[in-house]
């Protein structure tokens, strides 16, 4: 993955702010709903704070998205074909994590392709999302190793290995080897 969108930090605290009117939310509201401090919502509102993917994910449920729904921005269709150059990659400040939204925006598919590379050692626990209910995702691993918690149950997948599981669940992604994690995240929204 060799582009990284540096604009994206302004637009990730527009789209906060943008999702947090829209449901009516006070700073204060948001905060409480989503256990993030007042301060720190307000510093990724103004650009100021690069938020982490474990926190994106404690603020999604208030606002009604989930991450990957926060991450498509309203776009609309412009092109069936999504070239990689124009994709949106977005870096975990925190693990170093990146993501790829492969998939064309704006398409009425309720399916959307996220390519990762996730660093060695890097875990990132998930909480359930309820903003949807019937989503799932699988998880296709291409290199390295993978650990997956669903709810109790840890599944370690290998190059090759394939993990269907709802987002409901909790769920943790860790990266026991020494190297890169590659994979796919397929993820179906659902009927809703």
């Given amino acids: 993955m060799e582009t990284e969108n540096h604009n994206l930090e302004g637009a990730i605290g527009d789209r906060v702010r943008l999702l947090r009117t829209a449901k009516s939310l006070t700073l204060d509201e948001l905060a409480t709903r989503a256990g993030v401090s ?16 474990q926190l994106l994910a404690r603020l999604c449920p ?5 991450l990957s729904t926060f991450f498509a921005f309203g776009e609309t269709l412009e092109s069936p074909l999504s070239r990689r150059t124009e994709q949106i990659v977005w870096r975990d400040p925190e693990t170093g994590y990146l993501r790829r939204s492969v998939s064309p925006p704006g398409t009425p598919s309720r399916v959307e392709i996220i390519e990762v590379e996730f660093p060695a050692g890097a875990r990132i626990p998930y909480p ?3 903003a949807k ?4 995702q699988h998880v296709w691993l291409f290199a390295g190793e993978l650990e997956m918690t669903v709810g109790d149950i840890v599944h370690r997948l290998k190059p090759g290995d394939c ?3 709802g987002i409901t669940d ?3 992604f860790h990266n ?3 190297t890169i994690a590659h994979y796919a995240v397929v993820l179906d929204r659902g009927r809703g």
């Fill in 170 to 172: 909790n769920h943790v």
């Fill in 128 to 130: 359930p999302e309820t």
């Fill in 133 to 136: 209910e019937g989503m799932t």
């Fill in 62 to 66: 208030p606002l009604g998205v989930t």
């Fill in 176 to 178: 026991p080897g020494s």
């Fill in 38 to 53: 007042r301060a720190m919502i307000s510093r990724i509102e103004r650009g100021e704070a690069s938020p982490t993917a």
């Fill in 163 to 165: 993990l269907y599981m």
